[in-house]
């Protein structure tokens, strides 16, 4: 019996889930992998944007296959964690935007 | 001397064995076990047996002493080896140039350029009309005085450079290669520029060589050459013709890397998994025969450094008919996983 939520070798095991239904996962992964094909975006572009929503979301699994992935298309360690800022930017940002309403909200009931 | 590493001979003298390397990746573990053998994967993809089709490189191993330890080598290279070719064996491989039509010699190493005979024979090679690379790995350009004139004497002799470079800036490069190699590089690659090496159509060509600097595959070729050329022609000035890709083969200090950083099975497992028949088949061994430092022959420098020899297992001074050479059957083994995976390994 595992102790952990989390097992690495789980991510091999993505493509099981069309186990509990085949037609919903094929359509699925025909999607994910026309996504990630080279596109308007380059493959390495893809990788680093995955890898940055992937810390965004907080997904262990995303972490893992896109740090391999964006190493794999090219980047380096500098591109990556540049790519990581971004994401906790715009977390950080999303944050502080909402507080101009606070602000409105101070302001329309305060003398 | 740059020194990212010991030998894996000093390190652990039993995994640098190369039998015992071949059964690591064999039977290591349960893991390991369970990968489906190389030659039965060949025949499932309708490649069995690998035969060569002729021989354009005769790739000539010269020595396994370097200036530089670097962590991923295969031939488990660096300044206390002593491996060195002989005249006589250069000798034999002149005859064979003689008698065949092969176009291309290619030298490597360890440091190709440490050998003591290594400018006799480029002269001799050349003067037969063979096209010669020479494997570079940039820094003994600057290492020792004598061998300072070096780009100037490939200039002359036409020699077509072949250098590693793991990346564009200095981390990962240094990492693998030792402190201090990417700025050597870099002074390196400006001087052959300087000399006329790099230039679209200048004759002189100068190609660079991207390995991982770590257990992953490489990056796509076109897409990496092309931010090789904009980064380097923009932070240093250097131009280049062409830049390979390779995998990482799990051999020697490589395969030490993956084994001491619990990357073993999942490294051979991906390299297996993206296994392409189309690079398979296209495998520079089909092409290529390997001489080793002391005359033995095999099909590529892979091989060498595990001890396969080719079929029959000739010597280059005893080699009597090099006709059947160009036709012979290829031994693989797992380790041939890394030339076969993905794009391949040019």
Known sequence: MTKTYYDPADLKRFGNIREFGEKLGDKFFDWYNAVFAEGALTKREKALIALAVAHAVQCAYCIDAYTTGSLESGADERQMMEAVHVAAAIRGGSSLVHAVQMMNKVKSVSM | ?346
């Open chain 2, 1 to 346: 001397m740059n020194s990212a590493a010991v030998t894996l001979r000093r390190r652990d003298p039993a995994l640098a064995s190369p039998q015992r390397q071949l059964e690591l990746l064999r039977r290591g573990s349960e893991r390991l076990a369970a990968l489906e053998p190389f030659a039965a994967r060949l025949e499932r993809a309708g490649l069995a047996p690998l035969r060569a089709q002729g021989i354009e490189v005769l790739q000539v191993n010269v020595g396994k002493v370097c200036n530089q330890t670097c962590k991923h080598c295969h031939v488990d290279a660096g300044p206390e080896r002593t491996e060195a070719m002989p005249r006589e064996v250069f000798q034999a491989c002149l005859r064979l140039l003689e008698r065949t039509a092969i176009p291309t010699v290619d030298l490597t190493g360890g440091a190709p350029e440490m050998n003591p005979h290594f400018r006799w024979f480029v002269e001799r090679a050349r003067a037969l009309g063979r096209a010669v690379i020479v494997r570079s790995n940039l820094t003994i350009l600057s290492a020792n005085a004598r061998f300072a004139e070096l780009p100037e004497f490939f200039r002359d002799q036409g020699v077509r450079v072949i250098c590693s470079l793991p990346y564009y800036e200095a981390g990962f490069t240094d990492r693998q290669r030792g402190q201090g190699v990417f700025a050597k590089s870099v002074a390196a690659l400006q001087r052959l520029n300087a000399l006329g090496y790099g230039q679209a159509g200048g004759g002189l060509e100068l190609d660079l060589v991207y390995n991982p600097a770590g257990a992953f595959l490489p990056a796509d070729q076109a897409a990496l050459e092309a931010d090789y050329k904009r980064v380097l022609a923009a932070r240093h000035g250097i131009v280049f013709n062409r830049l390979y890709t390779l995998a990482n083969l799990p051999i020697a200090r490589f395969l030490d890397y993956l084994q001491a950083s619990g990357n073993l099975e999942d490294y051979l497992e991906k390299l297996v998994c993206a296994f392409n028949p189309a690079a398979a088949g296209a495998v520079m061994c089909r092409t290529l025969l390997s001489v080793g430092w002391d005359g033995r022959l095999y099909d590529c420098d892979f091989n060498q450094m595990l001890e396969l020899p080719v079929e029959g297992g000739a010597r280059i001074q005893d080699l009597d008919d090099p006709a059947a050479l160009a036709t012979r059957a290829i031994r693989g083994d797992q380790h041939c996983y890394g030339c076969t995976a993905g794009a391949g390994s040019s």
